[in-house]
């Protein structure tokens, strides 16, 4: 008898183990929370109070989507820590799983930190002044008064592909100042980033022509994780699963652009 | 003149702003308490390692001269991004694995503790030899003259000047939001992107007097208690 009942016990417990090893759980740097970093200001991707180092009740595009990750890998409970941007690419220890940061993937920086799989397309955005036709092209802006920020993106395409007939307006001190210049029409359009173009032009709808549309610079945000982190694989399948479902697109449009804007070719 | 008043202390913005830049500046009084404890222990100790009379005592004195010069002349900004940047990323045991705060203390500690070691050490010259010499003659040896007949008189002696250097590490600490700790002064960046005033940086300038006032007239208190009780004199 006492025999049998071992053997059922014995049994028993290899089915659960086995069971157990199937369902395998994310590899998290504490069992069963998903830490996730983020850092502010990042108006549209996390907003929210900062109190120490997290943050209360964060919304946004990334905040949202972090949820979206932690529900589909079935952990229950969220932390959020601080890890501020400056500190992101380097070979430090991380105290998050991954930080979601507006992180453009680049090969340098993939040198010292693993990327997820892009979740947001870092298109550059096309504000233009009020009263003018939207360009339908590429083509189009070369004709127009182009302005920039000095040291981004946009700057680096308008010089480098547009190459428009009239020397674009550089503005060093901040994007303001660039948003600034479009409203007084003495730019025509602004080419930055689509998140921050969109966001802008939403909190003063008034003041310029709109987002006429967006350009494909195939740059890619990605979350950041430390070099060779085991929780990649169950990420990357949380993000790929989530973009095919929608849940990603859905985000975009409630937090960043809404109605998205075309792709100029 | 409207405009800048609205920008900097519309009473709305102000009040609004209290939560959030109290929560950062919890922060800054966190590190500076830390930071001047070990700051009052390590100067004295690297003070008296200054003063180590005799040969032998060479290299030491050597290792607290060389500390001394190079964080003095070192910004403290400086020092606080080779820690918090540098330390972590060599990914070693223990020191690659503290809190930003952590290292903002660090940082805070090191470059005024060789501050606060200049004024420790002009107290000490300060005291007149014939004190150390009767003490020494009387048949103390050269701890328990310090212990008991220099240090007394040096420290109070430089008690003042002490405490100003302490109100520079108390502002000082709004340095270490460079290196992400979110103190009042990132608050009051916070704030002011959020709600396009500038309310909250007045705010944290308000903190950060409130706090440093009670400080220096006490320092005034004491000098004059000094004067009172060395010149036997009324002020």
């Known amino acids: 008898m006492k025999a049998i009942l071992l053997a059922l016990v014995v049994g028993l417990a290899t089915t659960t183990a086995a069971l157990a090893g199937r369902s395998s759980t994310p590899p998290t740097k504490k069992a069963g929370t998903l830490t996730v970093g983020f850092d502010v200001p990042a108006p549209g991707f996390w907003n929210g109070h900062v109190s120490g180092t997290s943050i209360r009740n964060p919304t946004g595009f990334e905040a949202g989507l972090s949820q979206a990750i932690a529900k589909k890998l079935g952990l229950t409970k969220i932390v959020y820590v601080r890890a501020p941007f400056g500190t992101l690419f380097s070979p430090a220890p991380k105290k998050f799983d991954f930080a979601m940061e507006e992180s453009t993937i680049t090969v340098a920086r993939a040198k010292v930190v693993s990327f997820s799989a892009p979740y947001f397309n870092a298109n550059q955005g096309v504000l233009i002044r009020k009263g003018l036709a939207k360009p339908k092209s590429i083509a189009a802006l070369k004709n127009l008064q182009l302005c920039a920020q000095a040291n981004t993106t946009g700057l680096a395409y308008i010089q480098h592909t547009i190459r428009p007939k009239k020397k674009p307006l550089v503005y060093s001190a901040s994007s303001t100042a660039a948003f600034d210049a479009v409203q007084a029409k003495k730019c025509d359009a602004l080419i930055l980033d689509v998140p921050i173009v969109a966001e802008q032009s939403r909190k003063k709808p008034g003041a310029y022509g709109g987002v006429a549309g967006q350009i494909v610079t195939h740059e890619y945000y990605g979350a950041v994780m430390d070099k060779g982190s085991k929780f990649k694989p169950f990420l990357d399948s949380a993000i790929k699963a989530l973009k095919a479902n929608g849940t990603v697109n859905r985000l975009v449009r409630k937090w960043l652009l809404n109605p998205i804007p075309p792709v100029l070719k | ?235």
Do not use: C
């Open chain 2, 1 to 235: 003149m409207g405009k800048f008043l609205h920008a900097f202390f519309s009473p709305l913005g102000l009040r609004r702003a209290v939560p959030q830049v109290w929560d950062g500046f919890q922060t800054n009084i966190k590190m500076m308490l830390i930071a001047e404890a070990l700051v009052l222990v390590f100067a004295l100790l690297v003070a008296i390692v200054r003063g180590l009379p005799g040969r032998s005592a060479f290299p030491l004195r050597a290792i607290a001269v060389a500390y001394t010069d190079f964080f003095r002349g070192t910004p403290l900004i400086l020092v606080a991004y080779v820690f918090a940047l540098g330390l972590p990323s060599l990914r070693l045991a223990v020191i690659s694995y503290q809190s930003l705060v952590t290292y903002g203390v660090l940082s805070l500690t090191i470059v005024y503790t060789a501050y606060v070691t200049e004024v420790y050490r002009a107290g000490i010259e300060s005291v007149h030899p014939s004190q150390r010499m009767a003490a020494r003659s009387l048949g103390l040896t050269y701890g328990q003259t310090m212990r008991y007949v220099i240090l007394p008189q040096a420290i109070r002696r430089v008690v003042p000047p002490l405490l100003n250097d302490f109100i520079g590490l108390q502002k000082d600490t709004a340095i270490i939001t460079v290196i992400g700790v979110t103190d009042a002064l990132a608050q009051a960046g916070f704030y002011s992107n959020d709600f396009f005033s500038y309310a909250g940086y007045t705010l944290a300038a308000i903190f950060f007097v409130i706090l440093t006032i009670p400080f220096a007239r006490f320092t005034d208190h004491l000098i004059k208690q000094r004067e009172q009780r060395e010149r036997a004199q009324l002020v």
